[in-house]
């Protein structure tokens, strides 16, 4: 496989097992490309790349750089003196962002781009399974596994390609999609964004983006995606489609029932009412299956046929996804670490719970987006019956003076939370054995390896006698 402004025929990726990096891998493996890469460690999505006939290194070094190479795929949270970038730059090898060869395996097909501060992954995986259910075999790329290591993209016959459109490092500038939804404009990713003005003005040149003729669906619910409407409106050649329950939305939200771990939804949408299932619970969850309704449609996929084909969709790894059941506690673990997605996941497990008590055990992501929301994960923590805290997963940064976990825990208190700390990862598990009692649920809360906690804690649940 070859494209005129990336080489992607035998490409090598640096951090090959990450969500992003990894799907891209699998694309062009299944097409035919000489795929190699590296990662840090062995890991599911590894081995199942391997499986598709890619060579990947554990660990990273200068060697692992194959003689054929012709071209090195980075993400930006790889470093500048990582051995295999800086053996590329030494050998003249091309490197490209994976944001690029993103959108060299977007070319020539329709491309639908899913953008917004959160919710992203949810809403690119229902498109891209009730697409799959009415027999479109779409193409795409998302951020988390359907179901199993590896389901993180797929190459279809069809014509169509779903992607999550990441604005953390403004990549999703590279793309041109015939459809783009916006599901929110919130401030984050404080590492590359000073203001919210900055955040406006990196959403608009994505609108921008969007071919001549394509459709912006944008949240009519959200105060900073209503202020994006408000700056492109008018923009020649651009259709918006905005979805929600405020009273002038095109395609409106009338109601969302709670029916266990499912919804209910009833929409309004070109004059006729159409009532759907959404397999995961809460208004949040329901909200992105409306947006993904309407990017379908305005693709020209029949309404009535892809509201049913929505309740197709059973959720991704770690977006409210449940890991087990011990002595009658359900534990269910989620990729929030945003202070609304907290909030939104917290309020759908309050749905679902009835009369149990809602316990979670949070582990912050990123010590810059500590610094700057506190004071919000703290009142979204507050919303849970009882809270853990665990420290800072610090990813690609560095520790900042005076920014740790107490922090949204005292915020959390101001709030009026239960909440306690804890300093050793490995003694969580039996803390929360220790706190719950049947009929409660467990959730393993943020974006980093808190996930790992789920079994261990189903695993303490069957140790010991629940709380009383």
Not at 49 to 58: C, I, N, P, S
Not at 107 to 128: C, F, I
Not at 220 to 227: F, L, P
Request: net charge negative; no cysteine; proline share 4%.
């Amino acid at each position: 496989m070859n494209d005129a402004a990336h080489d992607l025929h035998a490409p090598h990726f640096i951090g090959i097992g990450g969500a992003g990096m990894s799907g891209l891998a699998k694309i062009l493996a299944v097409r035919g490309a000489t795929v190699s890469g590296s990662d840090a460690k062995e890991s599911d999505t590894v081995r199942a790349l391997r499986e598709l006939g890619a060579t990947v290194f554990v660990g990273h070094a200068a060697e692992h750089l194959p003689a054929g190479t012709s071209s090195v795929v980075v993400s930006s949270a790889i470093r500048a003196d990582n051995p295999e970038l800086v053996a590329a730059q030494e050998r003249g090898v091309p490197v490209v962002h994976r944001s690029d060869a993103l959108a060299a395996l977007m070319g020539g097909r329709r491309a639908l781009a899913v953008a917004g501060t959160h919710g992203k992954t949810t809403t690119t995986s229902m498109l891209a399974v009730s697409l799959g259910e009415l027999g479109l075999e779409p193409s795409y790329a998302i951020g988390g596994d359907l179901d199993l290591p590896g389901s993180n993209a797929h190459h279809g016959a069809g014509d169509i390609f779903v992607a999550e459109a990441d604005e953390s490092d403004r990549s999703f500038h590279k793309y041109a999609p015939e459809v783009a939804i916006v599901l929110n404009v919130e401030l984050d990713h404080h590492a590359n964004y000073a203001s919210m003005e900055e955040i406006y003005e990196s959403f608009e040149t994505f609108v921008a983006r969007i071919v001549p003729g394509g459709t912006l669906v944008v949240s009519a619910d959200h105060e900073g995606a209503r202020e994006l409407t408000r700056r492109v409106a008018g923009r020649a050649g651009l259709n918006v489609v905005t979805v929600g329950a405020a009273e002038d939305a095109d395609v409106r939200v009338l109601s969302v029932a709670a029916r266990g771990m499912t919804s209910e939804v009833t929409v309004e949408l070109g004059g006729e009412r159409l009532t759907f299932t959404v397999s995961v619970p809460g208004r949040h969850y329901a909200h992105n299956a409306v947006a993904a309704l309407a990017a379908g449609v305005a693709l020209g996929v029949p309404a009535d046929g892809l509201a049913k084909a929505l309740g197709a969709y059973t959720g991704v790894r770690r977006r409210l996804q449940l890991k087990g059941e011990a002595r009658g506690v359900q534990v269910i673990d989620s990729y929030a670490h945003h202070p609304t997605e907290m909030a939104a996941d917290l309020e759908a497990i309050r749905e679902a719970a009835g009369a149990g008590r809602v316990l979670v055990v949070f582990q912050p992501h990123l010590f810059s987006r500590t610094q700057q929301l506190a004071e919000e994960m703290g009142r979204a923590l507050a919303l849970a019956d009882g809270s853990v805290v665990l420290d800072i997963y610090p990813a690609r940064e560095d520790p900042i003076p005076g920014v740790t976990a107490e922090l949204i825990i005292d915020a959390a208190r101001r709030a009026g939370a239960d909440v306690r700390a804890e300093h050793e990862f490995a003694a969580a598990p039996a803390v929360l054995a220790g706190l719950a009692r049947p009929g409660d649920l467990v959730l393993t809360m943020g974006a980093g390896d808190v996930t790992n906690l789920g079994p261990e804690i189903l695993a303490a649940l069957a140790d010991v006698a629940p709380a009383v």
